[in-house]
């Protein structure tokens, strides 16, 4: 049983870029939620899709955007890339919006932004 | 938005119990406490949650006082393979119904051999 695997592991961009980041839920999972996780910090909640749809979102720009597909998959697009956007980024899925179901993270992609 | 607060670091040595404390005394009564750890370089692994009654499971034990402001997570015999950084967390509903999890900046755990 395969759990949450994100790619690609590494990706380093230049300042003004754009990047996708790309999630594949555990199966059975059909909620996917977009961490932020700088150096030396904890993870901070960027949003999270349910149904196709961003239900809730964090303290974060516009430039931070995503998409879940029908098979429950998610991409996370940041545009106009700033250094300050170096991190890793963190996928994590869990069932349903009423239950009490742990999140299920993956281990994230590294993003570089020179 | 941190609602909880954690020590930066302790120390435990190996095959002793490690009882990492947590403070979350703004929780409100539908708000579940859940802990997790991340090792060097891995995405944050599940470890237990509860919401006012103590809960173990086959990793570690989790206390949470009868006012539910604290909380410690016991590894009952610590090994050198559970030096990672510990996360408490409150698990917040939202208006939209459903639910945002509050990272802290965690206790980093070194158990020594």
């Known amino acids: 049983d395969a759990g949450v695997t994100q790619s690609p592991t590494h990706l380093i961009k230049t300042r003004g870029q754009q990047v996708t980041l790309r999630c594949s839920p555990k199966s059975g999972h059909d909620t996917v939620s977009w961490y932020q996780q700088a150096l030396g910090q904890g993870p901070q909640f960027i949003f999270q899709?349910?149904?196709?749809?961003?239900?809730q979102r964090g303290n974060f720009p516009d430039r931070f955007s995503g998409h879940q597909f029908p098979n429950y998959s998610s991409e996370l697009n940041v545009n106009a890339l700033l250094l300050g956007d170096s991190a890793l980024y963190l996928c994590?899925?869990?069932?349903?919006?009423?239950?009490?179901?742990?999140?299920?993270f993956g281990n994230g992609t590294r993003l570089t932004v020179t | 938005d941190a609602k909880t607060t954690q020590p930066p670091s302790m120390d435990c040595a190996e095959g002793r119990a490690a009882n990492l404390p947590c403070n979350h005394s703004t929780i409100s009564g539908n708000e579940y406490v859940y802990w997790y750890r991340q090792i060097h370089s891995q995405g944050p692994q599940y470890i237990i949650h509860g919401l006012k009654n103590n809960e173990t499971n086959e990793m570690a034990s989790l206390i949470i006082t009868e006012d539910r402001k604290s909380s410690t997570l016991i590894l009952p015999h610590a090994t050198l393979r559970d030096t990672a950084v510990y996360y408490c967390i409150v698990r917040v509903p939202t208006t939209s119904g459903t639910y945002k999890y509050i990272f802290g900046t965690g206790t980093r755990l070194k158990v020594l051999a």
């Open positions: 899709y349910y149904e196709e749809e961003e239900r």
């Open positions: 994590a899925s869990s069932y349903g919006q009423g239950y009490n179901s742990p999140l299920h």
